[in-house]
């Protein structure tokens, strides 16, 4: 899938190892949209209450809370901030990188597999 010109990053967003729709990185801030295929499914989840199932994109300046939420804190933040050299306000980068394999049921890749 090709970026628009002003998408800097994508994260492919995932439900128990089902794509559900797509996390960017864009000049005015982040935005997030569900697979049309995924919304056709009898049994689609919201990754979130405060991001339920819609068609319409959601948008944001700042990264969604939930996803925010999903990096880690304390010293693991440390070893992934350290081991991968990201920045601690790089939070999509974060995302990115540590939230491939999470405990919980959702999970982010940069790219769609």
């Known amino acids: 899938m090709a ?7 994508e994260a492919y967003v995932y439900i128990r190892n089902e794509f ?3 996390l960017k990185e864009t000049d005015e801030g982040y935005s997030f949209c569900y ?6 499914r009898e049994n689609s989840l919201p990754i979130s209450l405060t991001l339920p199932l819609q068609k319409d994109e959601y948008k944001s300046t700042t990264l969604f809370p939930f996803f925010d939420g999903l990096i880690p804190e ?5 070893v992934v901030t350290h081991n ?4 601690y306000k790089d ?3 974060l995302l990115l990188v540590s939230c491939s394999d999470p405990i ?6 940069g790219e769609n597999k």
Request: hydrophobic residues 35%.
């Open 104 to 109: 919980g049921v959702v999970s982010l890749k």
């Open 35 to 40: 697979d049309k295929e995924y919304l056709k």
């Open 74 to 78: 304390g010293w693991i933040l440390d």
């Open 84 to 87: 991968w050299k990201i920045k």
């Open 20 to 22: 559900c729709g797509i």
């Open 91 to 93: 939070r999509f980068g």
């Open 3 to 9: 970026m628009k010109n002003d998408t800097y990053r």
